[in-house]
């Protein structure tokens, strides 16, 4: 399971089409804490980070407990953000300095378009089961229907670990167990996409990323699938690594896989086979960006930060947690930040150990 280690380690939709429950399926009640706003406390910049994101000058990270935090000075000083959900956030992404959007446990999906400062929910677990039941009834399909009906009686408790949206509102949601929703209006509505997806075993999606046209969902045991028809269908594509895959990351060079035991490979964009990056880590890899001198930095759960010194080749930088690195970005000011299972932590862009 993407970062397996990490999660372990942590203790509205404008219109959903409603689909009567299956006979004598009892379904759960909401837990309190999807709905039930995050707690704002002072300490938050101490708690579990899985997330980090820019919205212009802005800085966030997202994590633990519905946790939202921003800065506006380069992350000397943070504010946490309202937000109508204490559950665990576990990824960021904004499309310019005010529209962005949070998921994490439960099926929870937040907006912001204030840059961040008030968020509100555009979907859930419980809505997203009862879309997924409604499109299985209406294909007919058994195989589909026992899938949905076992997710809308066993309750909300399946995470999305990534979503990707673009400019013009359309994007992709995804998470465990082959979950996969589609957007075409920034997340007002929201279609179930799971028969889309060449995934018969429902492995968990882990990962999205588009590189020009191309659109790739990575996941766990390998899983690699791909779409070249914007979304429409997503077919299976052989990969570099039989291992997890725990993000995919477009650079300017191509797309950027990462995952179990330090593996990283790189798909050029002009063509050609997968690049084995060197780096030099037998530790997972939780966490990736893109510098802006196009090098790639990667974030370990061993503590360390990976800076590529040389092409393919990564060195460690002089940084060193004693915590799992979750997701780092560069925060606009010649420095990095760096979310951890123990907060937010800052370092400059320094020199490598050697």
């Known amino acids: 399971m993407k970062k397996t ?25 909401a837990p309190r804490a999807l709905d039930h706003p995050a707690t704002i406390s002072g300490k938050a910049v101490g708690s579990a980070m899985l997330a980090v994101a820019r919205a212009g000058d802005r800085l966030l990270v997202a994590g633990e407990r519905g946790i939202v935090l921003y800065s506006i000075d380069h992350g000397k000083t943070w504010i946490q953000a309202s937000t109508p959900t204490s559950v665990t956030l576990t990824a960021l992404r904004f499309v310019d300095d005010r529209r962005g959007w949070a998921v994490g446990h ?5 907006h912001t378009d204030d ?11 419980l809505q997203a089961a009862q879309l997924a039941y409604a499109t299985a009834m209406r294909s007919g399909d058994e195989k589909a229907i026992r899938q949905a009906t076992y997710l809308l009686t066993d309750g909300p408790d399946k995470p ?23 957007t075409s209006d920034g997340g007002k509505h929201w279609e179930d996409w799971s028969a889309r997806v060449d995934n018969p075993r429902n492995l968990h999606l882990y990962g999205i990323a588009q590189v020009g046209s191309a659109i790739y969902l990575v996941g766990e045991q390998g899983l690699i699938l791909r779409s070249t028809d914007g979304g429409q269908y997503f077919a299976a594509a052989s990969s570099p690594y039989p291992g997890s895959w725990f993000g995919a990351l477009s650079t300017r060079q191509g797309l950027l896989l990462y995952g179990l035991r ?6 050029p964009a002009d ?3 997968w690049q084995a990056l060197q780096t030099n880590s037998a530790a997972a890899i939780s966490g990736a960006t893109e510098l802006s001198d196009g090098r790639l930095l ?11 010194e040389e092409a393919r080749k990564f060195v460690p930088l002089a940084m060193r947690s004693s915590t799992p690195l979750t997701a780092v970005i560069e925060d606009g000011n010649q420095g990095l930040l760096v979310a951890s299972l123990r907060g937010v932590l800052s370092t400059p862009i320094a020199s490598p150990n050697n």
């Open 5 to 29: 280690i990490i999660y372990l380690c942590l203790a509205g939709l404008s219109a959903v089409t409603q689909a009567a429950p299956p006979d004598n399926a009892p379904l759960p009640p």
């Open 106 to 110: 439960m099926g929870i999906v937040l």
């Open 115 to 125: 840059g961040g400062a008030t968020w509100h929910k555009q979907l859930d677990g």
């Open 160 to 182: 999305f670990f990534d979503i990707h949206i673009d400019p013009s509102g359309h994007g992709f949601i995804i998470g465990a167990y082959n979950l996969i929703f589609r």
């Open 262 to 267: 330090g593996n990283a490979f790189r798909l």
């Open 271 to 273: 063509g050609g086979n």
């Open 298 to 308: 990667l974030a370990s759960q061993s503590g360390q930060l990976l800076i590529e």
